[in-house]
């Protein structure tokens, strides 16, 4: 089976400052591994995706992504924070043989001025 | 290139009528997958169709059902509605089947159950 947890229903950050959006996962083969934003009364956005390859992912909006195997973690990281970054953050992920994603519950970032 | 559309944006239903949610992808897309948002269970895939066939579907009851066209247009419905079925209802295309292709979402449907 497939699973991914976030562990925090909320980050809180000043702007500016470096933020971090945690993400576990348990798989039993490969993981595919997803993030994805929700601002209010939108849909999701496509952040960035770990397939294979280098284990830092960058993406969309100056966020990146480390995969770490050993630790099955995936954090979201951005190294200054902006006001406009506060919005609901999901991560998902895909095993080997399974072909759907199951994301995670959410993280709600919210960024103060 | 417009985006992905769901129709209506809001309804509200009682318990135990039924409801229709429609979806239009991005232009090109052939992949649509349906997912339900609520606040204690996050997003919780529902169905995938690709060209006109449902290739996965989710852990939910009979009740939910779906299609799609030939247009790459979905339907999702839902049958004999509860309380429970009250959440977000959101759409996503890809270009090819789920996988590890970038889904799009669309704004979603809230749906009330009284």
């Known amino acids: 089976a497939q699973s991914v947890a976030q562990p925090e229903d909320q980050v809180n950050v000043a702007e500016g400052n470096p933020l971090t959006v945690k993400c576990t996962y348990s798989?039993?083969?490969?993981?595919?591994l997803f993030w994805y934003v929700q601002y209010p009364n939108r849909g999701l956005q496509f952040l960035l995706k770990y397939i294979t390859g280098d284990n830092l992912v960058k993406g969309s909006y100056g966020f990146e992504a480390e995969f770490n195997k050993s630790q099955t973690s995936f954090h979201l990281k951005k190294p200054s924070a902006l006001v406009s970054d506060s919005a609901l953050y999901f991560c998902a992920v895909r095993d080997t043989g399974y072909s759907t994603l199951t994301f995670g519950k959410g993280t709600m970032l919210l960024v103060s001025p | 290139k417009a985006g992905v559309t769901q129709t209506p944006r809001y309804l509200i239903k009682t318990r135990g009528q039924q409801v229709t949610l429609s979806c239009s992808p991005i232009?090109?897309?052939?992949?649509v997958s349906w997912y339900q948002q609520t606040p204690g269970q996050g997003l919780q895939f529902l169905f995938e169709?690709?060209?006109?066939?449902?290739?996965n579907k989710g852990n939910f009851p009979g009740r939910f059902s779906g299609r799609q066209f030939s247009n790459s247009r979905s339907e999702m419905n839902v049958s004999t509605l509860e309380l429970g079925d009250s959440a977000l209802y959101l759409c996503?295309?890809?270009?090819?089947?789920?996988?590890?292709?970038?889904?799009?979402f669309g704004p979603g449907t809230r749906l009330t159950v009284l």
């Open positions: 798989v039993s083969g490969n993981p595919y």
């Open positions: 232009s090109g897309h052939r992949s």
């Open positions: 169709y690709f060209s006109e066939t449902q290739r």
């Open positions: 996503a295309s890809s270009l090819q089947q789920l996988a590890d292709n970038e889904q799009f």
